[in-house]
């Protein structure tokens, strides 16, 4: 063997041996998948099933693994997304649109909760119940307005959807301490969807009105459940501003949030689900901060709760269901190997994928 082929042959057995090590890991003697092997077998489990589960579960992992990849494969979930959406603004615009409509239509909404005796269904009745509307404008109308704006689209009655918001005053529900307990995270979500709509903005008042409820002092009174939604509320100022991993963020521009999962990471380990201590992780990768020592504590908890005969996360009761599971483990695969935000699709980038558009959307 001359000089040069063993210099190649060896260069080769330092690049196989270092896939190796990267691949797997070794732990107390044991072999372990590395994040990504792990990332990569709970997307097989999800993948290989995808189209069984509802166009909104499975429009949710499409669109957040198209953000991270690119990849062309995940179009179909996304179509079946802008289907959804479009179905929706339909029937707002069309059979849903009058106080009186809105009305029926939220205590409908708010009768499902009334039986269900849990801690957190009891909040959100007890908090919605003296605003109902609320089910209507934040929770289904503006959600599925600001992801038609995301793709670059409109309804086609997008004006008389407009003057439907500017009923109402989302400060009333933004900063009601009452409604921060029962849905912290979904407000955080619909005042960053107000401010990208050009509507109302009221990020502020709700971001001063989140910190006198939940003063930092106090988390040791909290229940499980109030202190994981205060976490999961923190997470969605953070993903809301990214815009659903569309585009990275500024540390800076949240440092007291980051300055708080820093301080209390091991305790969000100890009382919080996997779903929120995977966001903690990935918010801490939106701002460019992968060497953060929460990185990895939230990275091995995840890790660990991985249930290998089945390949994902199960839920806190054990629970493998893959539709109630598909938040958990699409967050679970994001952190594990995490990729990069992309602001994608939208049919000015990507107009293959909006050749044909739902019936109610059209370019803005």
């Known amino acids: 063997m001359t000089l040069f082929k063993r210099t190649i042959y060896l260069c080769m057995l330092v690049l196989l041996s270092s896939t190796f090590v ?7 003697g044991k072999t372990v998948p590395s994040f990504a092997q792990d990332a990569t077998s709970i997307r097989y489990t999800y993948e290989t099933q995808l189209y069984t589960l509802p166009a909104f579960k499975s429009g949710h992992y499409g669109l957040r693994m198209y953000r991270q990849t690119m990849d062309p494969k995940y179009t179909a979930a996304i179509w079946s997304d802008m289907a959804r959406v479009a179905s929706r603004l339909n029937q707002f615009s069309s059979e849903v649109h009058t106080p009186e409509q809105i009305q029926a239509y939220a205590k409908k909404r708010l009768s499902t909760y009334i039986d269900d005796m849990d ?37 086609k009655n997008d004006k008389q959807l407009r003057e439907i918001i500017r009923r109402y005053d989302f400060k009333k529900y933004a900063t009601d301490p009452a409604m921060i307990k029962a849905w912290a995270a979904q407000l955080a979500n ?19 009105a989140f910190r006198l409820t939940y003063p930092d002092a106090q988390d040791e009174q909290l229940s499980d459940q109030q202190f994981g939604n205060k976490i999961y509320g923190l997470t969605h100022i953070l993903l809301a501003d ?24 091991d305790t969000i380990l100890k009382r919080a689900k996997e779903d929120i201590i995977a966001e903690v992780g990935i918010t801490f990768l939106l701002a460019g901060l992968e060497d953060d020592p929460v990185v ?29 599971g598909e938040h958990r483990n699409v967050l679970a695969i994001m952190l594990l ?14 107009p293959q994928i909006f050749i044909s558009k739902p019936y109610g959307l059209v370019k803005k």
């Open 337 to 350: 190997d995490w990729q990069t935000p992309n602001a994608a699709p939208t049919i000015q980038n990507q």
């Open 22 to 28: 990267n691949a797997e890991i070794m732990e107390g």
């Open 119 to 155: 801690e957190r269904s009891v909040l959100r009745y007890n908090a919605t119940k003296v605003m109902p509307e609320y089910l209507y404008l934040g929770v289904d109308l503006l959600g599925s307005m600001a992801r038609a704006d995301e793709y670059g689209l409109k309804h």
């Open 190 to 208: 619909q005042v960053y969807w107000l401010r990208q709509l050009g509507e109302q903005d009221v990020v502020n008042e709700f971001v001063d």
């Open 296 to 324: 990895y504590k939230t990275q091995k908890h995840i890790q660990n709760a991985i249930n290998r005969e089945k390949n994902m996360v199960p839920s806190t009761s054990n629970s493998i269901n893959l539709k109630e």
């Open 242 to 265: 990214s815009q659903y991993y569309q585009h990275p963020i500024k540390e800076s521009d949240h440092q007291w949030i980051y300055d708080y999962l820093r301080k209390n990471a």
